[in-house]
Structure formats: C-alpha cells, structure tokens
C-alpha cells in the first residue's frame, strides 16, 4: 500500500536554525501533503506538491519531490519556538481517494 | 480554504455506550472522510463518503461503525458499542482539491 514513511522520527534543533524532514512512500501518488499538528491538536494543512512538480515553496516552507525516488523533503527555514509540532506527509493516489499518512517527524525547537 | 467543523470538541463515553460523532462542512460538499488517530500514533483512514454512499472503508471501519448524512450537511460516524480501544481522536475531511482537516473530537471510552 503507499505509505509516507517520515525520517527522522524527532528532531531537536536551536532556534533560527533549518529543519528538514523526509518522507518516502511506495506507490505511485497524484500529488503530496505536508501537514503539522500540535499536540493533542487538529491537523493544519501546510501544502500540497502534486506528482509533476519538484519543488514548491510557501513562505518558509520548501517542499521538494522527486517520483523516482519517491520521496519528498520539507524544509523549515529559520526555525521558531512556534514551530514545534508534528509534521506528517500524507499521499494519495487518486482524486477521491484516502490520503495515508506517514508516522510522522516531531520536531522541538530549542529556545 | 473550506470551513469544517467538528462537535462535540470532546467525548467521555462508557464501553459499551453509542457515540454519534458529527462533522458540518459550512457548504456543501460530496467528497467526505473519517479518520482516527489514536493517541501518540499516525492518522488513519476509515471511511470515505461520496455522493451519499460508502465509496472506501478500511479494515478498522467494522460493523460497529456506520456513517450517514442525515440531513444533507451533518455528516455523521456512529459507534455502535464504543470499546476502550475506540479511544482517540476522530477527524473529518472534505475534498476540495486537497483534504481539509476538521479539528478533531477526542472520544475517551472509559
């Protein structure tokens, strides 16, 4: 089944610093989310790479793809206390089709 | 970006109890989702909803879930006889391009 799978499991990084956060997955997919999610909280929609795009960028968020490798990659830039959350990729296959998540990256900002 | 609520916010329930757990997209829609997250781990897909009818279910939608939509904008999952590991959070979504998350009801089943 596709799976978004998110490497590492939890990062730890200063302030200010970049984090980054990889997602491979196992099928073929029609596009890919980045979500975050606090704890305990709902799941906030960050954006959303389809299959023909490689790169997509969204104020400090970047977001690469690359279907070959089936694999994606997002990127924080200069990294703040309110950055500290969860952060799934999700993927789905076709237009009314289930979005599967992945395990998801824990993220902690360091003050 | 779509509007989707969830009530109640949170629900205390006793095994064995029915739950009805509700979602009101503010327009109207035709593509709709449940999914679960039980605490500290990933979300997960139950069912998909379209045009009134089941279109997808998982291995966890048993025959003690069922979903409707009642009135034409309340969409609805109901567990029939709620068990202790029925416990966590239970998101809907709408598809309007992408899926738009509500924001949760955390069901505890004590």
């Known amino acids: 089944s596709q799976q978004g799978e998110e490497d590492p499991q939890a990062l730890s990084i200063q302030e200010g610093e970049n984090a980054t956060m990889n997602c491979s997955y196992k099928?073929?997919?029609?596009?890919l989310q980045w979500y975050r999610q606090n704890s305990g909280r709902g799941l906030v929609h960050l954006i959303l790479i389809r299959s023909n795009e490689r790169e997509k960028h969204s104020g400090r968020l970047r977001v690469t793809l690359d279907t070959s490798k089936k694999s994606s990659s997002l990127l924080i830039t200069a990294s703040r206390a309110a950055d500290t959350a969860s952060y799934f990729c999700?993927?789905?296959?076709?237009?009314?089709?289930?979005?599967?998540f992945g395990k998801g990256t824990r993220l902690h900002i360091l003050p | 970006e779509p509007e989707v609520t969830q009530t109640p916010s949170h629900q205390v329930t006793q095994m064995g109890q029915e739950v009805i757990l509700r979602c009101v997209p503010i327009s109207n829609h035709l593509y709709f989702y449940w999914y679960r997250q039980i605490l500290g781990q990933k979300v997960e897909f139950l069912v998909s909803f379209y045009n009134n009818e089941i279109s997808e279910k998982s291995e966890i939608f048993d025959d003690q879930f069922s979903v409707e939509r009642p009135d034409g904008s309340n969409f609805t999952l109901k567990i029939r006889s709620t068990k202790l590991e029925d416990s966590a959070m239970y998101f809907c979504?709408?598809?309007?391009?992408?899926?738009?998350f509500g924001p949760g009801t955390r069901l505890t089943v004590t």
């Open positions: 099928t073929s997919i029609n596009n």
């Open positions: 979504a709408i598809r309007v391009g992408e899926q738009y």
């Open positions: 999700a993927t789905d296959a076709d237009r009314d089709d289930k979005i599967i």
